[in-house]
């Protein structure tokens, strides 16, 4: 319950302390135990703790359940068999606890799936801010499911930071959902902020992003733009580039029904999409140190970089999902799979394709997104997010 933010509350015909002892026999923390509690008399604490769905054994846990208003999930491991449950008028019925894991993810993404198209279909028409990465061609395909390919536009922005290869796998993703599809020219590099390559970089590149879009939309006679951004980015911390978009009204319908990424890759899993574990695919900027001026040249250069390095990796059966080099002035650091590391490390012979650096280096950590934060001091990370919409 709490992977989903959720909360652990018993409510047990046993007294408290034995339901604690018998809890902390099988490993399970709760963050209430209510004791001495039968049938409908257990409704009283499932209201106090704001149940919704609770998990038995007994007809009486059932009872309580709908008593309470919560969805009673019943498990024949007790007295009664599933049968007698499920007469009892239980929702569901699993065959043990060990099940309840896998149903509880599968409700909860079902219940925000049914959310988001609720919430995509009340914004009547929109332009999906479509960078080809699975969050947002999760959302564009959700987009068009719940309002028509024909209420529905794409627009990737094409500028140096945005990889070739990206693009035309965003084209052809499209293609195949029937959506028309723009590819409208951005300047971020036009923007001093942007390339100063300060903390707050990606919150100039969002805002030279959602000013080309609003106007775009508008021509179109589209009512809103929406991003990709997911519940998990909303609590992820240093994140300037979603307050950009915010304060120029970009709308953000997979965050607003509590997708997660991990969400937006099973609901993709399960429609088909290609999209769904597609490796992240931050922009080209994100590769330069920040305080080194973002230039085309340095742009260039690292995404050269980069495709030469997966193709030799390749030929020498050193295939890796996530692949990134950093760009630090005169040393490229290259970030590959942690557990890809070592291999790489005994090949050394193979870096000798990245050109236009001094030095290059393998990080012994390993790829992590968004390590260029980790360079920076807190105190900076804290004054570039100060105006984050989500405080």
């Known amino acids: 319950m709490r992977h989903h933010g959720g909360r652990v509350v018993v409510v047990t015909a046993k007294s408290g302390p034995l339901a604690q002892a ?8 709760a963050d209430a135990v209510e004791g001495w509690r039968f049938a409908e008399t257990k409704a009283e604490a499932m209201r106090a703790h704001g149940v919704t769905i609770y ?12 008593a309470a208003g919560a969805l009673a999930v019943a498990v024949p491991t007790g007295p009664c068999s599933a049968d007698e449950l499920g007469a009892a008028g239980a929702d569901v019925v699993l065959p ?3 099940a309840f894991g896998g149903w509880l993810s599968s409700h909860l993404l079902l219940g925000r799936l049914d959310d988001l198209a609720a919430r995509l279909a009340e914004l009547g028409s929109v332009l999906v801010a479509f960078s080809g990465g699975a969050d947002s ?3 564009l395909a959700a987009a068009v499911r719940a309002l028509g390919a024909d209420r529905v536009v794409a627009a990737t922005a094409v500028s140096a930071s945005l990889p070739a290869a990206e693009l035309a796998a965003a084209t052809d993703f499209a293609a195949r959902l029937g959506v028309r599809h723009l590819t409208p020219s951005t300047n971020e590099m036009g923007r001093e902020g942007y390339r100063a390559n300060g903390p707050d970089r990606c919150y100039f590149c969002k805002a030279e992003l959602t000013e080309t879009l609003r106007p775009l939309a508008d021509s179109l006679g589209l009512a809103h733009v929406v991003t990709g951004t997911n519940a998990d980015d909303a609590v992820a911390g240093f994140r300037p580039g979603i307050r950009a978009a915010a304060q120029r009204g970009a709308r953000t319908p997979l965050r607003d029904a509590g997708l997660t990424k991990a969400q937006v890759r099973e609901a993709s899993r399960r429609w088909g999409l290609s999209t769904w574990d597609k490796p992240a695919a931050a922009c080209l900027a994100s590769r330069i140190a920040y305080g080194i001026e973002v230039s085309p040249v340095r742009l260039a250069r690292v995404e050269r970089a980069e495709a030469v390095l997966r193709a030799a990796l390749a030929t020498a059966e050193l295939g890796v999902r996530d692949l990134r080099v950093r760009d630090l002035d005169d040393v490229a650091l290259v970030e590959v799979d942690a557990d890809r590391v070592d291999a790489l490390s005994a090949r050394p012979d193979l870096l000798a394709v990245v050109e236009g650096f001094d030095r290059v280096e393998i990080d012994p950590r390993g790829f992590r997104s968004g390590s260029m934060n980790e360079l920076l001091p807190a105190a ?3 004054a570039a997010g100060d105006d984050d919409d989500r405080k």
């Open 96 to 98: 043990d606890l060990a």
């Open 55 to 66: 998990v038995g054994d007994h007809v009486g846990d059932v009872v309580g359940a709908h």
């Open 22 to 29: 018998s809890l902390a026999h099988i490993g399970i923390e």
């Open 137 to 139: 061609a999760f959302l």
């Open 380 to 382: 900076m990370v804290r």
